[in-house]
């Protein structure tokens, strides 16, 4: 018996162990699609998560809507549309974006047409309708002159769109001579889907150079507010120029002058109030902010860098608190290390540091990704990755709750001893209001870099991160609750990123006019609103108005009782001779006759009840 117990005993502590293995697993990793010539795809997910546009390249242009269950079962062929065929003109890159209420989103993408000695790169894009569930016709929004299809595949895009779907932008680098590495930067916007194109960047004199990382982009998570930067050089001289975009169009251009810049990075906080831009130069990480309508504040370098090192990348994301979480990989002597500062921006100094990595090797590609959703840090890294070749072994996704100074880090993927991952690209999406993460990578897996082809062996993964063994949740109306299991690490966590779900919809402002919104509206449509907002005076004359019957007796006595008295006073006068009471029309009518069928009809009603006799008798 004693045994037996035993042998029960062992099996249930291994059921359980199994069990909390499995709860607190917070990583889903899956191929994205898996078809075997993908040749390019993109990720857009609602704040959410239960809308995520997932589009892809084979050949043709697919595209499928899906929740995050969906999405983790890998049933993205399932409900998978055409949006555009190949018709002997290549189609070379697509993206996505959809707003953070998942009711609209854009899926473009780039083609290239051979025209002999120059080509065009064409635009395409077709609109989601987050209601519908549905994509509508494709429709060119833009075109522009290259040399070959490597023009085309855009690969620093930025997209953004508003939180009623109504303003898109679409920020590229559009090449001027790709040979000389030169570029300008190009905003294509749209209102209430009319497109119009804009250059933001270059001259004659200075432009954009084709290296990584040289352009970012932030959006606020309505949409509504934008902060761009890039760098400018003119051959020997660098400059990071900055714009911001609002409801009134892209703002003034503020100038960082910088030496030696290897990438750039931008940031912007939930409220699209505060912004910051990192500048990499190589041996320092200079860091420049505006909080709320305050102006730029000057450059200030990172403090914490390691003597003689050299900054291979740089990346930082805005938390609550005025705090800027950074990461950078530098190089000495002895190893190299990807660090974390959580650098607290009034005082200019890390509240806290943390390694990350050991000897992650990073070279200068797109090898480090962090976003930010509330006090939630995500990061995806490459690990392994040879400076010169590009190459990089593993992909890593790290989470760090800040104030609760949880942090997790996981490795997603590995090329083997054999083989390294070549071209990488990757994208991340922090879904804030549940506390999760989406991140996306794209790659060639070959054996060597200098003969892998770009267009064969393509892999591209993405990776679903959710925390399952939280004590708090933020439920469906946008309020937290106490859960075991939830996706927050405490009340406080989940209070930063839980917000109710804004609603569309029309209010009446104090000047008594209609304006769209979202949040607490009163007027579900902009007919009801107007019908409604009206000055007080307004509102008066409207409920003084005339009647039908009014307007008729007015008619009347206008059209036929005036001319009717004035017409036959005149001819009595004139032509009879009458004067005085003489000149009434029908004088004996209305003075003697009318008077008394008046009385008799009054005698009559009165008395009828009483009596039985005739008219006559009374």
Avoid at 85 to 111: C, E, K, M, Q
Avoid at 160 to 173: A, C, F, W
Avoid at 233 to 244: H, K, P
Wanted: with cysteine; charged share 15%.
């Amino acid at each position: 018996p004693h045994t037996r117990m035993a042998v029960m005993c062992t099996r249930v502590l291994l059921v359980l162990a199994f069990a909390i293995a499995f709860v607190s697993s917070t990583i889903f990793i899956s191929d994205l699609p898996k078809i075997d010539s993908l040749q390019s795809s993109a990720i857009a997910s609602n704040d959410r998560g239960n809308t995520i546009i997932v589009a892809w390249i084979q050949d043709d242009v697919f595209a499928s809507v899906l929740n995050l269950k969906e999405l983790e079962h890998n049933e993205i062929e399932d409900h998978a549309v055409l949006l555009d065929a190949n018709v002997n003109t290549p189609i070379v890159s697509v993206h996505a974006v959809i707003n953070d209420l998942g009711s609209h989103g854009y899926v473009f993408w780039t083609r290239f047409i051979n025209q002999g000695q120059t080509g065009k790169c064409i635009i395409t894009a077709s609109a989601f309708d987050g209601y519908k569930r549905e994509f509508a016709p494709a429709a060119t929004i833009e075109e522009f002159i290259s040399a070959n299809s490597d023009d085309c595949t855009l690969p620093d895009v930025h997209p953004s769109i508003s939180r009623n779907g109504k303003h898109v932008n679409i920020l590229y680098k559009q090449p001027v001579s790709r040979q000389q590495g030169q570029y300008n930067i190009v905003a294509l916007g749209s209102t209430q889907n009319t497109w119009f194109s804009q250059s933001l960047c270059c001259n004659q004199t200075v432009y954009v150079s084709g290296s990584p990382n040289q352009f970012k982009m932030a959006a606020s998570p309505d949409g509504d507010a934008i902060t761009a930067a890039w760098v400018i050089t003119d051959g020997n001289t660098s400059t990071v120029q900055v714009m911001r975009n609002n409801a009134l169009g892209w703002g003034n251009l503020v100038e960082f002058p910088s030496s030696n810049v290897t990438s750039v990075d931008v940031d912007m906080s939930l409220t699209g109030k505060h912004s910051t831009v990192l500048i990499n130069e190589a041996t320092d990480v200079k860091i420049a902010f505006h909080l709320n309508t305050a102006p730029w504040q000057p450059l200030f370098s990172l403090p914490s860098l390691p003597d003689n090192a050299i900054i291979l990348a740089a990346d930082g994301a805005l938390v609550p608190g005025q705090v800027l979480v950074v990461q950078y990989q530098s190089l000495t002597e002895d190893d190299v290390e990807l660090v974390e500062c959580v650098l607290n921006l009034t005082s200019q100094a890390c509240m806290e540091t943390n390694t990350v990595n050991k000897d992650p090797s990073v070279g200068t590609g797109n090898a480090i990704n962090v976003l930010s959703g509330a006090e939630l840090v995500v990061s995806l890294y490459t690990v392994g990755m040879d400076q010169d070749n590009k190459t990089a072994q593993e992909v890593h996704l790290r989470t760090h709750y800040v104030m609760d100074n949880l942090t997790n880090d996981q490795m997603l993927t590995s090329s083997g001893d054999e083989q390294v991952f070549c071209n990488i690209k990757t994208s991340l999406t922090v879904l804030s209001e549940v506390g999760m993460a989406i991140g996306s990578w794209q790659m060639n897996q070959c054996n060597s870099c200098d003969q892998c082809d770009p267009d064969q062996n393509v892999r591209s993964s993405f990776a679903t991160y959710r925390m399952i063994t939280g004590s708090s949740s933020c439920g469906v109306l946008g309020y937290c609750t106490d859960t075991e299991g939830g996706s927050f690490p405490s009340t406080y966590s989940c209070e930063q990123a839980c917000k109710p779900e804004p609603v569309a919809g029309w209010i009446c402002t104090e000047g008594f006019e209609c304006i769209e919104q979202d949040g607490e509206v009163v007027y579900p449509t902009e007919a009801t609103c107007n019908a409604d907002c009206q000055p007080p005076s307004s509102k008066k004359s409207k409920s003084n108005k005339l009647s039908a019957g009014s307007v008729l007796l007015i008619v009347l006595f206008c059209g036929l009782l005036l001319p009717y008295l004035i017409g036959g006073m005149l001819y009595k006068r004139q032509v009879k001779g009458a004067r005085g009471v003489e000149m009434l029309p029908h004088v004996q009518f209305w003075t003697r006759d009318f008077p008394s069928l008046v009385s008799d009809g009054v005698r009559f009603s009165t008395c009828r009840g009483v009596s039985k006799d005739s008219y006559q008798t009374i």
